[in-house]
């Protein structure tokens, strides 16, 4: 609830539901899915996350995943990276779980569901409706970070920070509350695929 609350106190958007996965969760999604395939354009080795991946297209295990999903060190961005990297990840979840291989064949779309609803927590009020077009809109999102002024912004008492670009996150804010097409230079990508 404070999570929420802070959300739409700092950017004026209302949060009508939410979805959330934890780590343990994700392995045994990803697992029921038979893998998820990612695309990467370099090799991938941090020993904090366990990831050990080489580059370009290949199947990931939930360990794997979950390895991914957890690294930053292998990045100058670390923590920035780290979220486009989730971003990407989740696309390419919900890309396998709406595949044909996985939703038309009860021996994987029974047991990958119920692992899936057992994995993932909700806010009151969310119904199966409410998750299913979740997930067609996630087939395909766009996403990206709050437009950033300083990666590494030093606190006083927390170590580094990260510092929005006050006049860009308003504007990137604002164009999601009047529902306008978000200008290009608002949008980071990803390296993953």
């Given at each position: 609830?404070?999570?929420?609350?802070?959300v739409?106190?700092?950017?004026g958007?209302?949060?009508?539901?939410?979805?959330?996965?934890?780590?343990?969760?994700?392995?045994?999604?990803?697992?029921?899915?038979?893998?998820?395939?990612i695309?990467?354009?370099?090799?991938?080795?941090?020993?904090?996350?366990?990831?050990?991946?080489?580059?370009?297209?290949?199947?990931?295990?939930?360990?794997?995943?979950?390895?991914?999903?957890?690294?930053?060190?292998?990045?100058?961005?670390?923590?920035?990276?780290?979220?486009?990297?989730?971003?990407?990840?989740?696309?390419?979840?919900?890309?396998?779980?709406?595949?044909?291989?996985?939703?038309?064949?009860?021996?994987?779309?029974?047991?990958?569901?119920?692992?899936?609803?057992?994995?993932?927590?909700?806010?009151?009020?969310?119904?199966?409706?409410d998750?299913?077009?979740?997930?067609?809109?996630l087939?395909?999102?766009?996403?990206?970070?709050?437009p950033?002024?300083?990666?590494?912004?030093?606190?006083?008492?927390?170590?580094?920070?990260?510092?929005?670009?006050?006049?860009?996150?308003?504007?990137?804010?604002?164009?999601?509350a009047?529902?306008?097409?978000?200008?290009?230079?608002?949008?980071?990508?990803?390296?993953?695929?």
């Amino acid at each position: 609830a404070l999570l929420i609350k802070t959300v739409e106190s700092v950017t004026g958007l209302q949060i009508n539901h939410y979805m959330g996965i934890g780590f343990g969760g994700l392995v045994d999604v990803v697992n029921q899915a038979g893998g998820v395939r990612i695309c990467l354009p370099a090799p991938l080795t941090d020993s904090d996350s366990g990831v050990n991946l080489k580059a370009g297209c290949q199947n990931l295990s939930g360990t794997q995943a979950l390895a991914f999903v957890r690294d930053r060190h292998s990045f100058a961005t670390e923590d920035l990276q780290r979220e486009e990297d989730q971003r990407a990840f989740l696309k390419a979840l919900m890309s396998k779980a709406l595949s044909p291989s996985v939703y038309l064949n009860p021996f994987v779309a029974y047991p990958f569901a119920s692992t899936a609803a057992s994995s993932i927590s909700v806010d009151k009020g969310t119904s199966l409706y409410d998750l299913f077009q979740a997930g067609m809109a996630l087939q395909n999102p766009e996403t990206t970070t709050v437009p950033i002024a300083n990666a590494n912004f030093p606190t006083s008492n927390a170590g580094d920070a990260v510092e929005w670009d006050r006049s860009q996150a308003l504007e990137l804010f604002n164009d999601l509350a009047q529902d306008k097409p978000v200008p290009k230079s608002l949008i980071s990508g990803t390296k993953v695929g």
